[in-house]
Each structure stands twice: as structure tokens, then as C-alpha cells.
């Protein structure tokens, strides 16, 4: 509800604090829609596109957006810019904003198309169409949400440090974020790399709340880009041992404090603690090891983890319950190989190795009995999309072709994110370091073409760093970027309209 002071010529409207000047002409932005002070060195950029405005284009005049008319000559007002409708981005892999029937969350897959403009005619040797400098020191992720902002904002977040940036684009700069009254965001050291995601929440058009883990809690935290502020409030009194996922339209995340059970928290969409379920069972570790990311049907999550999984699984009624499986005690498993095996019916399969038998074998996490398959060697997986050597596998991982393909083959396709919508794989291709295995524990300097498998494989760049596959794409402005803690700088493509 708007409020009007008379006295000072200031409006409170939804959109946030304005004034007028004495002829009740023009009007000029100073507080944002939460209620923030407008960062000086954005001023320009609020007035011009990065956030709704009404415009007067014959005085140059701007107006709040909730005025259609121009409050002296009762002339139509425009707006000044306009969404474009850009999809979000949220870290690692881009998973929709809602979770779906019959959609597995927490894999590597994201709805967005990933397919470049010109792939046929790029090469490996192309330089990128566009640079971004890094944040600063630091392994950093990539969030593109709205953020009291009329378009999503590029965030970058480095977990371990508790830092957060945002993207100003006219400056080409990026701009520190500070919490509005002066606390600091949490740290995160309970959870490890390949254990970190977030999920993001949108509230109205212009806004959304970020679920991160940290080691004060879940965090939910509201950015307010025109204010270069954020808001936080910590959820659990207790760390967070695993990552959120949404599931059963709420955010879920482990939580533990010394000396108590381990906990599964509850929020809704705005960060407010809806409810607990505490893990039973007599056999839950006191350390986990290393954590995975969650993933999620409509009926059951995991956390995965070296000792085993936790389940948080929906009932008939609509209530969950918590438990821990330890693997069978003959198996350790293999996460370095990516995402889960999602089968065409639904189930999840994760492969393990198996020491007594010296090989491979998946195991079925849906089936009650545990159903296990041999395999003979071990693919990288994105969720629904493996690779045999640098050949799409459209069986299952652990099928072996009548007619074999290893003879001669000298590089792999590690695939690193898949398009559910138009099933095109961003990979990288590398030299055999000997076996997969040895490939991904090899800690040399490789060099990896990066790669888009949209029915042909086409090269579009390479790189030659430790650990290429620790590389992160993300999607912002319709265009793909790519972040590596050892290269210089992000760089950018652009995507096929």
C-alpha cells in the first residue's frame, strides 16, 4: 500500500522509496523495494534499466513504476525498460526452479538448451566471444536470479570464504555485497566441493531468496542488488552438514550440533523454519565423510556420502521420515564418476567398487532388496547421459556393446552438465592418462578441449589446467560461461537463440 508524505514530497510505494521535486514532476529513486538506501555508484544504472521505471520519453522524466500516467499532464507513461524473459541460473547445475513430476533434482542436468550459436563452424582453437574478470581469489559460485532487479543479476559466491559479489554490467565490474547491518555471511566447511549446491526460491517478479549450507545454519539470504546489500537469517542453531534441496515444496537440509541427533530441517520459500525430523535409527556416524549433492524424486531424497546415504523419504499422508543405509559392507562408493545412473523407469542407480570382486557394480538406491549390477569398467555420468570413451552410451553404464570400442582409443568425454530439454552435453575431452579412474586422480597439468555434444561433437575451445573437470558452466544473459580456479579469467559464448 502506498504511503504519501505531504511534507517532504516522499512516496513509499512497493517498488520503494521515492521523491518528487517541488512541481511534482519529476521523481528520483532512494530507497530500493526492501526498503534499502540505493548504492551511490549505482544511481545511474536504477534509473536506466535495472529496475522498473515509467518514463516520460518526451521530458526525459522518470516516474515509479506504479504510475501509468504522468501525474501533471495525464500522458501515457512508458516503461523505460522491459524484462526480456532470461532464464535463472542456480549453482552447479542449473536445476529449474520448480521441482516437477516425474523430474530427478540434484543431478546434472539443467532445462536450459546449452546449445552455442555457430557450434559447427567453432574449433578448439577459438578464442572465447567474451571475458569476464573473476571475482578475485577464490572458487567461486555462479547464481542468475532476480535480486529487487528487473532482469537476474549475476551472483558470485565463494562458499568457504563467505563472500558474495554481484555483477554490474555498465561498470563491468564486480561490486561487493555487505550484509545490510554489518554481520557477515557464514562460512562454509562442513561441506565439501562436490557436496555444495544451492536452490533459490523466487518471491515476487523482482526478488528471490538464495538456500545455501554453512556452518551457522541454512542459510536463506535475500539480495538487494540496487542496495549492493543482502539480508540473512540462519536456520537450525547448528551446522549444516549437507547441501539443500527442494523436495516436497520445501527446502530440506541436514543439520547437526555436537552431541545431538542429526536433524533434517524444514523451510518454506521465505526462509522461515517450517518444521524438523530427526534421523532415527542407532547406526548414524558421527563423521560422514565426504558428502555429496542431494538428489530428489517426489517421493524420496538423498545424501549420499562415504559411509553411506541419508533418506528423507515422503509418506502416503504426506509426512517424512529420516533414515541412514550404510552401504553393504563389501562396496565403497565411486563418487568421482559423477552424477547417479537414472534408469528409463524412474530408479537411481550408484556405482561402487567392489574389492573382494575387483570390479565395478552399481547399486539399485530405490529397490528395497538392493539390486546390484556388475560392470566391467566405470562411466562418467551426468545423470541420464554416460560416455564410453568419447561415445555416448544410450544403454545402460553397465552394458557392455557386442562389438567393443576400446581398441585404438586414446581420449575420454568427461561429461559435465546435460540438457534435459534438448539433451545436449557439455563435456571436456581429454588425453587417457591411463584408465578413467587414473585420469580423474592424475594431478598434472591436462590439457581438455571443451565440448558440445548436440548429436555431433563439436570442440569450441580448450584449456590446460589441474583438474579441468573442476570447471563450472553456467548460463547468464543467454550466454554460456566457464569458471576454473586456475585460469585467468570467465570466459563466455553465446547461445542459440
Given at each position: 500500500m502506498e504511503h504519501i508524505s505531504k511534507e517532504n514530497q516522499k512516496w513509499e510505494l512497493p517498488s520503494g522509496m521515492w521523491t518528487a521535486n517541488a512541481e511534482g514532476g519529476d521523481f528520483a529513486q532512494i530507497s530500493s523495494r526492501h526498503g534499502h538506501a540505493l548504492a551511490p555508484a549505482l544511481?545511474?544504472?536504477?534509473?536506466?534499466?535495472?529496475?522498473?521505471?515509467?518514463?516520460?520519453?518526451?521530458?526525459?522524466?522518470?516516474?515509479?513504476?506504479?504510475?501509468?500516467?504522468?501525474?501533471?499532464?495525464?500522458?501515457?507513461?512508458?516503461?523505460?525498460?522491459?524484462?526480456?524473459n532470461l532464464q535463472q541460473w542456480m549453482p552447479p547445475c542449473g536445476n529449474?526452479?520448480?521441482?516437477?513430476?516425474?523430474?530427478?533434482?540434484?543431478?546434472?542436468?539443467?532445462?536450459?538448451?546449452?546449445t552455442l550459436s555457430r557450434l559447427a563452424a567453432r574449433s578448439e582453437t577459438d578464442n572465447p566471444e567474451h571475458e569476464m574478470l573473476k571475482p578475485g581469489a577464490g572458487d567461486f559460485e555462479f547464481f542468475s536470479v532476480p535480486c529487487a532487479t528487473l532482469e537476474p543479476m549475476l551472483l558470485a559466491m565463494d562458499p568457504a570464504r563467505?563472500?558474495?559479489?554481484?555483477?554490474?554490467?555498465?561498470?563491468?565490474?564486480?561490486?561487493?555485497?555487505?550484509?545490510?547491518?554489518?554481520?557477515?555471511?557464514?562460512?562454509?566447511?562442513?561441506?565439501?566441493?562436490?557436496?555444495?549446491?544451492?536452490?533459490?526460491?523466487?518471491g515476487d517478479a523482482f526478488s528471490s531468496t538464495l538456500f545455501v549450507p554453512?556452518?551457522?545454519?541454512?542459510?536463506a539470504i535475500r539480495v538487494d542488488v540496487p542496495a549492493l546489500v543482502f539480508d540473512v537469517t540462519y536456520l537450525g542453531a547448528?551446522?549444516?552438514?549437507?547441501?539443500?534441496?527442494?523436495?516436497?515444496?520445501?527446502?530440506?537440509?541436514?543439520?547437526?550440533?555436537?552431541?545431538?541427533?542429526?536433524?533434517?530441517?524444514?523451510?518454506?520459500?521465505?526462509?522461515?523454519?517450517?518444521?524438523?525430523?530427526?534421523v532415527s535409527g542407532a547406526d548414524v556416524p558421527q563423521v560422514f565423510g565426504h558428502m555429496q549433492t542431494p538428489v530428489a524424486d517426489m517421493r524420496r531424497a538423498f545424501w549420499m556420502c562415504d559411509e553411506g546415504y541419508l533418506q528423507l523419504e515422503r509418506k502416503s499422508d504426506g509426512s517424512c521420515v529420516a533414515t541412514f543405509?550404510?552401504?553393504?559392507?563389501?562396496?565403497?562408493?565411486?563418487?568421482?564418476?559423477?552424477?547417479?545412473?537414472?534408469?528409463?523407469?524412474?530408479?537411481?542407480?550408484?556405482?561402487?567398487?567392489?574389492a573382494a570382486k575387483g570390479q565395478y557394480e552399481y547399486i539399485n538406491l530405490i529397490s528395497a532388496q538392493l539390486l546390484r549390477q556388475e560392470a566391467s569398467r566405470p562411466l562418467m555420468c551426468t545423470g541420464s547421459m554416460s560416455y564410453r570413451y568419447v561415445q555416448r552410451v544410450t544403454d545402460e553404464p553397465w552394458y557392455e556393446p557386442e562389438h567393443g570400442v576400446d581398441g585404438g582409443q586414446t581420449r575420454f568425454l568427461l561429461p559435465m552438465l546435460e540438457s534435459s530439454s534438448s539433451k545436449a552435453v557439455l563435456g571436456l575431452r581429454v588425453n587417457a592418462a591411463g584408465s578413467l579412474k587414473e585420469t580423474l586422480d592424475s594431478n598434472e597439468k591436462l590439457r581438455a578441449e571443451l565440448v558440445c555434444d548436440s548429436g555431433a561433437v563439436?570442440?569450441?575451445?580448450?584449456?590446460?589446467?589441474?583438474?579441468?573437470?573442476?570447471?563450472?558452466?553456467?548460463?547468464?544473459?543467454?550466454?554460456?560461461?566457464?569458471?576454473?580456479?586456475?585460469?585467468?579469467?570467465?570466459?563466455?559464448?553465446?547461445?542459440q537463440a
Amino acid at each position: 500500500m502506498e504511503h504519501i508524505s505531504k511534507e517532504n514530497q516522499k512516496w513509499e510505494l512497493p517498488s520503494g522509496m521515492w521523491t518528487a521535486n517541488a512541481e511534482g514532476g519529476d521523481f528520483a529513486q532512494i530507497s530500493s523495494r526492501h526498503g534499502h538506501a540505493l548504492a551511490p555508484a549505482l544511481i545511474e544504472w536504477v534509473r536506466t534499466g535495472l529496475v522498473p521505471v515509467s518514463f516520460d520519453a518526451a521530458a526525459g522524466s522518470a516516474f515509479p513504476p506504479e504510475f501509468k500516467f504522468h501525474p501533471l499532464t495525464g500522458a501515457a507513461l512508458g516503461m523505460h525498460a522491459t524484462p526480456r524473459n532470461l532464464q535463472q541460473w542456480m549453482p552447479p547445475c542449473g536445476n529449474s526452479r520448480l521441482a516437477e513430476p516425474g523430474n530427478v533434482r540434484g543431478l546434472r542436468q539443467t532445462p536450459q538448451s546449452l546449445t552455442l550459436s555457430r557450434l559447427a563452424a567453432r574449433s578448439e582453437t577459438d578464442n572465447p566471444e567474451h571475458e569476464m574478470l573473476k571475482p578475485g581469489a577464490g572458487d567461486f559460485e555462479f547464481f542468475s536470479v532476480p535480486c529487487a532487479t528487473l532482469e537476474p543479476m549475476l551472483l558470485a559466491m565463494d562458499p568457504a570464504r563467505g563472500q558474495l559479489y554481484a555483477w554490474a554490467e555498465p561498470t563491468q565490474r564486480w561490486m561487493p555485497l555487505m550484509h545490510s547491518l554489518n554481520g557477515l555471511l557464514g562460512e562454509c566447511h562442513q561441506v565439501s566441493d562436490e557436496g555444495w549446491r544451492g536452490e533459490v526460491v523466487l518471491g515476487d517478479a523482482f526478488s528471490s531468496t538464495l538456500f545455501v549450507p554453512t556452518d551457522d545454519g541454512l542459510a536463506a539470504i535475500r539480495v538487494d542488488v540496487p542496495a549492493l546489500v543482502f539480508d540473512v537469517t540462519y536456520l537450525g542453531a547448528a551446522a549444516s552438514i549437507g547441501s539443500p534441496i527442494l523436495f516436497a515444496d520445501h527446502i530440506w537440509a541436514p543439520v547437526r550440533k555436537l552431541g545431538e541427533p542429526l536433524r533434517f530441517i524444514c523451510s518454506n520459500g521465505a526462509g522461515e523454519l517450517i518444521s524438523e525430523v530427526v534421523v532415527s535409527g542407532a547406526d548414524v556416524p558421527q563423521v560422514f565423510g565426504h558428502m555429496q549433492t542431494p538428489v530428489a524424486d517426489m517421493r524420496r531424497a538423498f545424501w549420499m556420502c562415504d559411509e553411506g546415504y541419508l533418506q528423507l523419504e515422503r509418506k502416503s499422508d504426506g509426512s517424512c521420515v529420516a533414515t541412514f543405509t550404510r552401504w553393504p559392507s563389501d562396496l565403497v562408493p565411486s563418487f568421482q564418476f559423477g552424477a547417479p545412473f537414472l534408469a528409463n523407469n524412474g530408479d537411481l542407480w550408484q556405482i561402487c567398487w567392489c574389492a573382494a570382486k575387483g570390479q565395478y557394480e552399481y547399486i539399485n538406491l530405490i529397490s528395497a532388496q538392493l539390486l546390484r549390477q556388475e560392470a566391467s569398467r566405470p562411466l562418467m555420468c551426468t545423470g541420464s547421459m554416460s560416455y564410453r570413451y568419447v561415445q555416448r552410451v544410450t544403454d545402460e553404464p553397465w552394458y557392455e556393446p557386442e562389438h567393443g570400442v576400446d581398441g585404438g582409443q586414446t581420449r575420454f568425454l568427461l561429461p559435465m552438465l546435460e540438457s534435459s530439454s534438448s539433451k545436449a552435453v557439455l563435456g571436456l575431452r581429454v588425453n587417457a592418462a591411463g584408465s578413467l579412474k587414473e585420469t580423474l586422480d592424475s594431478n598434472e597439468k591436462l590439457r581438455a578441449e571443451l565440448v558440445c555434444d548436440s548429436g555431433a561433437v563439436y570442440a569450441f575451445n580448450s584449456i590446460a589446467v589441474r583438474e579441468p573437470w573442476r570447471m563450472r558452466f553456467f548460463v547468464h544473459d543467454n550466454k554460456l560461461w566457464a569458471f576454473h580456479v586456475d585460469l585467468p579469467h570467465i570466459q563466455g559464448w553465446e547461445l542459440q537463440a
